[in-house]
C-alpha cells in the first residue's frame, strides 16, 4: 500500500483565521490514485515545526509528502528551503526561471495602478531560489512547486491557493518521479450513496445486518457521515471488491428504499437541476432571506429555470410581492403553513412560473413562542394547479443552521414534487 | 511557552467529506489563553496512525494535546481507547456513566418513532469504557469527554460535533488539571486589522516601512491573509509589546487610511449592521441569485431593517418587480450601469425602504462578450432621494467567487454610502 502525508503550511490556516481548502482536495484525489492517506498536518510558518513534521512523517514510513503553502515572496514564506534541507539538497539560484517569474509579476502589475514595483520585484529573486536537482512544476500564479527526491518519501511542494495548487497538481501528477509513483499504486473505487430522513444509528444497525447476511465489509472502506442533515455513505474499494459494493447497496436499497435518494454520487442541487430542466420557478420566502433562491442559482445555467425570486421579509412585502391576502397573516400568523402555500402559490403566479417555493418559519435566535418555537419552518412547494406538497418542520440548531437546513429540507420536497407523475 | 497540539480524527475529516471546523476553532481559543499551538493532525480511524500521531507530539515536547471525534458508539470510535493505551493506564466501564448515558439515548430517541432500540443501546456501553483515573466530562450530546495526564503532554478528549465540543471545551478549561495549565500559559492580547481594496504585496511593503521607522515587529506575530477580497492583519503579542503594536497601527493609518475599514476587529457585515440601525432596506439582485439579501439578512435582528428583496433573475422580473423600464434594458441590456441603478431605485420604491440595492452581472461560466465579459458586474446602492453610489466592477475567479465577491463589494460601497452625512 502506497501512503501519503499532506503537509499544509501556514500561519493563517493553523490559526483558524482561513479553513483549509487544499488538505480535503488533495486527499481525494490521492484516493483516486489509490494512495491511502495517513495524515494531514498543519503547521505554522517556522522551520523548526515544520521540519519536524516532514521527519515524523518520514520515520512513518511514509511514500510521498504534499506540502501546500509557503512558496509566496515573504520572508514568513519558507517551505521550499525547508523542505531542500531536509532532502539534503543546497538551494540555488534559477536564473530562467527569476526571469519567467518576473515576467509574470511585471503583467500581472497592470492591475494595480497606484502601487510601487518594488514590493513586487523583491520577492521575485526569492521564489526562484530551489534545491538542487528539484523537478520545477511551472507557476500558475507567480510561486513554481517542486518535486523534491528525498532519501525517504517523495516530496511535491505545491502553492496555497486553491486555483494555483488544483492545475499545478494535475501537472505534477503527470511528471516523473510522481507520475511512477503513482502508476505503481493502482487505483481505487470511489462510490457515494446518500439519503435523507433517516438516523445515523440506523445506518449503522443496517451495515452490521448486512454484514450478517454474509457480505464482506471488510473489504471495503466504508465512512458514513452526517452532513447538512443528509447522511452519505462513502465506500471506497479495490476492483476485486465490487461484488461486496454491489451487495452493500442492493442491502441499503432492500432496508431504506424511500429514503436512498441517491446511488451515483449525484447531490440533490444536481438532481433537482435536471428535473426542472424545461420548467420554470420562482421563490418567495422569509427566514431564509434569499438563500433558497441563492442555491437555486448556484449552478451555471439556472437562468433557464429559475425565474426569479422574492425575499417577503416584512408582513407589506408578503401581501405586496407574493399577494399573500392580509388576513391570513392576521388569522394564522405569519408563520403558518397558510401563509408557506399562499407565498408559494404568489411566486408562481406573480413570477408566471410553472413551480413555486413558499418558505417561512422563526430561524432565531429570538422570535419563538411556545407554539411556534425557534427551528419551526412550514414549507410549500407547488405545482400551478396541479400538485403540491406542504410540509411543517421543527429543525435543530442556531440561526444559520436552520436556514441552511431549510434549504435542503426544500430541495428534498422539490426533488419529490418533480417526481410526481402530471397528470 | 506552553504549546499545544490538535489531533482531529475520523475517515470523514481525512478524506475531505466534512471540513474541519474544530481545529481552527480550538486554535482561536488557545490564543486566547496564550498557548503557542504547533500542529493541528488529522488521522484517519486507524489506531496505528493516532497512537504514531499522539507520539509524535509527546517528542515534540508538546504539553496539551486536544483530541476531537472518534468517541461515538461505533466500532471505528477508538479515541478514549487509544488515549488510555498511550497514557499507559488500564480501561475501565464506568457503571454510573453508562447509565446517564442512556438516559440520555433514551430521551433523545423520541425524536425517531419507527425506529429500534437495538442501535441505540448497542454502543452505550462502550461509550462508558474510559481510561482509569481520567477526569470525566459529562456528555453534551452522547459522548462523554475526558482529561488524561500521561507521562507527556496532558491529553483532553472531545467529541467531534461542534456543538458537543464548543460547551465541552468550556467545561474543560474550568476543570483540573487543564484549568491549572491554562492559568500557567498566560494570555497573549489578539488584534485584528482590515483594509479592502489595496494588494497584499503593498502590505508587505508598508510592514517593511514601518519596521525600518522603528517599531519592533519582531514583538508581535503578524499574519496578513487576503479573504473574500479583504486585507486581514493579524496580531498576537504579549502584554509588554503593546506600544509596539499601537505603533503598527499608527504605520498602517498613515499609510492606508482610505483602505483601513477596521481596527476593532468589527467585520464589514458587523459595521453595516450597525449603521443600518435606524433605517430601512431592500435589495433588487439579478446574478447574485438571492446572496446579497441572504448576507444582509444573516444576523439576528435583520428583519429591524431588511424589509425585503427581489431577485430579478428575468427581464421580466426586474420590470414587474423593480418598476426596470423595457426601454431602459432594451438600451442598455440587463447588465448596465443603468439598469443596476433602476433596480437600486426600484427596490426603494416597491418596499417603502430608505436605502435600496441593485446589483446586475455576469456571474459566468457562460453570458460573457468582450464587452461585457464573466465577472463584471454593476452596483448601485442609493438614498431615497439622497445621495448614491454606482459603480461597474471587473471580479475575478469562478461563478461562486464572482457571486461572493459581488456582496463584499456590495456592503463595502453600502458602508461608504451610510456614512456619507445626509443633506
Sequence with gaps: MTRAGILVTGNEV??????????????????????????????????????????FLAREGIDLVITSGGLGPTADDLTAEVVGQFAGRELRLDAALEQRILAILLRNRAGWRSYSEEALRAGNRKQAIVPAGATILEPVGTAPGLIVQSEGPLVVVLPGPPS??????????????????????????????????????????????????????????????LRRGEIEIATVFAPAARGDYDALVAGIRARHDDRLFSEDGASIDDQVAELLTGRTIAVAESCTGGLMAGRLTDRAGSSAYVLGGVVAYSNAAKTGFADVRPELIERYGAVSAEVA????????????????????????????????????????VARLGGARIDRTVQLPGDRGTVRERTTTVTMHLLRRLLLTPEP
Tied chains: 1, 2.
Excluded at 26 to 43: F, K, N, P, Q, W
Excluded at 350 to 356: C, D, K, N, T, V
Design 164 to 225: 494555483e495548487l488544483r492545475p499545478m497538481w494535475a501537472t505534477a501528477a503527470g511528471t516523473e518521479p510522481l507520475s511512477g509513483l503513482l502508476a505503481r499504486a493502482g487505483a481505487l473505487e470511489q462510490r457515494m450513496l446518500r439519503l435523507f430522513g433517516v438516523p445515523e444509528s440506523e445506518i449503522a444497525l443496517s451495515l452490521e445486518a448486512i454484514e450478517r447476511d454474509g457480505t464482506a465489509l471488510d473489504r471495503l472502506e466504508i465512512t458514513t457521515c
Design 14 to 55: 493553523l490559526s483558524g483565521a482561513i479553513a483549509d481548502r487544499n488538505g480535503p482536495w488533495l486527499s481525494e484525489r490521492l484516493r483516486g490514485h489509490g494512495v491511502e492517506l495517513a495524515h494531514t498536518m498543519v503547521v505554522a510558518d517556522r522551520p523548526a515545526d515544520l521540519r519536524a513534521a516532514l521527519e
Design 341 to 380: 402555500a399562499a407565498l408559494a402559490d404568489g411566486a408562481t403566479a406573480r413570477f408566471g412560473a410553472q413551480l413555486g417555493i413558499g418558505i417561512t418559519g422563526v430561524a432565531g435566535p429570538g422570535g419563538g413562542s411556545v407554539d411556534k418555537p425557534v427551528g419551526m419552518v412550514c414549507l410549500s
